[in-house]
């Protein structure tokens, strides 16, 4: 879980096609992650900044849910 791997779902599923190619327009909103990727999810979602200092593009596009049942 980074913000790679973050950017990379969102555009896939943005890209989701109907059976006719048609984009079915998925704006994701909710982060689902295991308790072993929260803190990875949380940095990813609610920090301004990322790890080089740079502005974090990614905070607060997503909400979290964290379940155990995500595994």
Same mark, same amino acid.
């Given at each position: /879980?980074? %913000? #790679?791997?973050?950017?990379? =779902?969102? &555009? =896939? /599923? /943005?890209?989701?096609? %109907?059976?006719?190619?048609?984009?079915?327009?998925?704006? *994701? !909103? #909710?982060? +689902? +992650? *295991? *308790?072993?990727?929260?803190? &990875? =999810?949380?940095? +990813?979602? $609610?920090? !301004?900044? $990322?790890?080089?200092?740079?502005?974090?593009?990614?905070?607060? #596009? =997503?909400?979290?849910? +964290? #379940? *155990?049942? %995500?595994?």
């Amino acid at each position: /879980m980074d %913000a #790679t791997n973050y950017a990379a =779902a969102r &555009a =896939a /599923m /943005m890209d989701f096609r %109907a059976d006719g190619g048609r984009i079915l327009g998925i704006k *994701p !909103t #909710t982060l +689902v +992650v *295991p *308790p072993s990727l929260e803190e &990875a =999810a949380l940095e +990813v979602l $609610n920090a !301004t900044h $990322n790890s080089s200092g740079a502005s974090n593009v990614w905070s607060n #596009t =997503a909400s979290l849910i +964290v #379940t *155990p049942f %995500a595994a």
